[in-house]
C-alpha cells in the first residue's frame, strides 16, 4: 500500500526494527494529548510486542518513508453476531505530528482496509475523541460515520471499565 512516496506494511512483531518503531510510535501517540498525555510504562514498552506476537487476532501497520516510520494502526478481529462475520476493530492509529495532513492516516487507514477484506470482515470499527476534529475529519474522508442502527434511539456510545 503506498501513497506520496509513503509505504505501509505490516509490522512483523519478532523484527527488531518493526519492534522499535512500533514502540516509538505507540510512545509518541501516548505522550499526545489525544493519547492520554502519558508515556507507555516500561513494562509495556518491554512486553508489548511479545504480547501482540502472542495474539493470533492482532495486526499492525506502520507508514514508512525510506527507513522512517511515520505512522501506525494496531488492529484487532472481532466478531459481529448480526452479520455472523468477523469484523475488524482499528484499536490504535497515530501518525507523527509533521506528518500529519500529508496522506499518511488515509494510507494506513487503507492498509486496514485490505487487511479486513482479505480477512472477510463485513466492517472496520474505530474509536475516536469528540474533540479530535482532525481525526474525525480524515475517518469521514475515508467513509466512516457513527454507528447508528435507528436515528430515533442515537448514536452508539463507547465506554469503558478499567479492571
Not at 104 to 109: D, E, T
Amino acid at each position: 500500500m503506498s501513497a506520496a512516496g509513503v509505504l505501509v506494511r505490516r509490522v512483523d512483531y519478532r523484527a527488531a526494527v518493526d519492534r522499535s518503531a512500533l514502540v516509538e510510535l505507540l510512545n509518541a501517540y501516548a505522550i499526545d494529548p489525544m493519547g492520554g498525555a502519558e508515556p507507555l510504562a516500561d513494562e509495556v514498552r518491554q512486553r508489548l510486542c511479545d504480547d501482540l506476537a502472542a495474539h493470533p487476532l492482532a495486526a499492525s501497520f506502520i507508514a514508512w518513508r525510506g527507513d522512517e516510520p511515520l505512522g501506525l494502526a494496531n488492529t484487532f478481529l472481532g466478531y459481529s453476531t448480526f452479520k455472523a462475520r468477523p469484523l475488524l476493530n482499528v484499536h490504535d492509529i497515530a501518525v507523527r505530528a509533521d506528518w500529519r495532513g500529508r496522506g499518511v492516516g488515509q494510507a494506513l487507514l487503507a492498509a486496514c482496509e485490505q487487511h479486513a477484506r482479505q480477512k472477510r470482515c463485513c466492517k472496520l470499527t474505530l474509536e475516536v475523541l469528540s474533540g479530535n476534529a482532525r481525526a474525525l475529519r480524515s475517518y469521514q474522508r475515508f467513509g466512516f460515520a457513527p454507528y447508528v442502527l435507528d436515528p430515533r434511539e442515537g448514536q452508539a456510545l463507547l465506554m469503558q471499565k478499567w479492571l
